[in-house]
């Protein structure tokens, strides 16, 4: 049912808010009289689909009414429903209560005012005052607090929800019962049968002293039977759940322990291609001298101001010495004089890293850098720890000569490089160089004659291309 077909054509139609469903403007004639009985048809249509629920006619509802003033909102809060809540001034000159008694209770949480934007605390018997569940009814679900919201699945962590399901049960009772047996086994010295049942106490009671203590003694236990990739993996397992563990000196001076082991059997016995070794349960199946450098980290990192720190860096750095990696090496070489100044390894390492550094340099046309640190070593050795040299004290002053011999003859390369090149002005310049900076070596004596040698030279070559490069002048003049 429309009237468009009966709306005049040159009459603008209005559809405003006010006009959508009541009458429409005056026309002429029959057709104002045809308009009109249209219009209150479709007013009566209109009523009937709006038409409000009985228990909202008697809550006093009105469509008129801001939503912050309508009768759900108002038996959501709490609020009784009577004229004072009806009209805005009301609800906005209302004071808070006084404090009820238990008695009246009832009375007090209806007259509870909203404040700051929060919900009454006592709202049990707002709740009770929601209308009953029918077809014009809406429900607003409770807002669940952080603790009982579900996550939301996500498909990536299939996997993790996966594995979830296959954890061990935590049980403190299963727990003790299998620390009891693994203790009274490792008492017996029985080490392969209480490893086991350590870890397994460990897994049914995580996160507590129990397992620092049980996957502790499982390394232990796996230390004296001889396993010692086994104990290595557990001690690392403690010392990543308990960082700060009673335990932390032990584990240091074991894993320092299977690290020199390690390192040796390695030399003496090499794996298969340096990576696989098969029969020898002493030793890990792949990388044993890697897990022995490993080793040595761990007790530098997990216990930086112990006893074992710089035993294992300078026990780190000969193992790279030993493989010639002399830049790894010069590297712990540096970093334990730097961090432990005290060390009784601080002289031995200032030798070998002036040493490592030497292996390091490639000759006088690569980069300085070994030669400049190097340098730097011996300079230190001389002016810190020159009461404790004795007679090595020569032996460093020989050492320190040799390396001003190689950065000369870095001058006296680049010399002769413009010197074949026939740029005497060049050569001349880095020869005189080498005679100012280092007026004592050999290079300076060589320098010194290729200077007499090439005195009088152009310091260019003549240009024997003359006539192409007058071409590009005066093209671009």
Request: glycine share 6%; net charge negative.
């Amino acid at each position: 049912m429309t009237t468009l077909d009966i709306w005049p054509d040159d009459h603008p139609r209005d559809f405003g808010t006010e006009t959508t469903c009541a009458g429409h403007p005056t026309l002429r004639g029959t057709v104002i009289v045809v308009s009109l009985l249209i219009a209150l048809a479709i007013g009566e249509g209109c009523r009937s689909m709006l038409e409000l629920p009985d228990r909202a006619k008697q809550s006093g509802y009105d469509p008129q009414e801001p939503a912050e003033e309508g009768w759900l909102f108002r038996r959501l809060l709490g609020q009784q429903e009577g004229s004072e809540h009806n009209s805005p001034s009301a609800s906005q000159t209302k004071t808070p209560p006084a404090a009820s008694s238990p008695g009246n209770k009832g009375s007090s949480s209806s007259e509870t005012q909203l404040t700051s934007g929060t919900l009454p605390e006592d709202n049990a018997n707002s709740l009770s005052q929601l209308p009953p569940v029918d077809q014009d009814t809406v429900i607003v679900p409770p807002v669940q607090s952080e603790e009982e919201e579900t996550e939301d699945f996500i498909l990536f962590e299939l996997p993790s929800r996966f594995f979830k399901m296959f954890k061990p049960k935590q049980d403190e009772s299963l727990a003790r019962s299998y620390y009891e047996k693994a203790l009274d086994l490792y008492r017996q010295r029985r080490y392969e049968e209480a490893a086991p049942l350590f870890k397994k106490a460990a897994r049914h009671w995580q996160r507590t002293i129990l397992e620092e203590d049980a996957l502790f003694l499982a390394g232990e236990s796996y230390f004296f039977a001889d396993r010692y990739a086994q104990a290595d993996e557990c001690y690392q397992e403690v010392l990543k759940k308990y960082e700060f563990t009673r335990h932390l000196d032990t584990i240091s001076k074991r894993q320092f322990a299977i690290g020199r082991y390690w390192e040796q059997v390695e030399l003496s016995r090499p794996s298969f291609l340096g990576i696989v070794q098969v029969g020898d349960k002493t030793r890990p199946t792949f990388d044993t001298w890697g897990r022995a450098i490993k080793a040595y980290q761990n007790v530098r990192l997990h216990d930086p101001t112990g006893p074992l720190a710089d035993d294992a860096i300078m026990a780190t750095a000969n193992a790279y010495f030993l493989k010639q990696r002399y830049e790894d090496a010069a590297y712990h070489y540096d970093l334990l004089r730097k961090d432990y100044p005290q060390s009784e390894h601080a002289v031995n390492a200032a030798f070998l890293a002036i040493k490592a550094h030497q292996l390091t340099y490639q000759g006088p046309l690569y980069d300085g850098t070994p030669l400049e640190r190097a340098e730097q070593a011996a300079d230190e050795i001389l002016a810190v720890y020159n009461s404790k040299l004795g007679d090595e004290r020569e032996e460093v002053i020989r050492v320190k000569n040799q390396i001003n011999e190689e950065k000369a003859l870095r001058y006296f390369a680049i010399g002769q490089y413009y010197d074949n090149r026939k740029y005497y002005g060049a050569a001349r310049y880095y020869y005189r160089a080498t005679l100012r900076e280092f007026p004592h070596t050999k290079a300076a004596v060589m320098a010194a004659e290729r200077i007499r040698q090439i005195d009088g030279l152009p310091d260019k070559p003549p240009n024997r291309f003359k006539w192409l490069t007058d071409l590009f002048e005066r093209r671009d003049d």
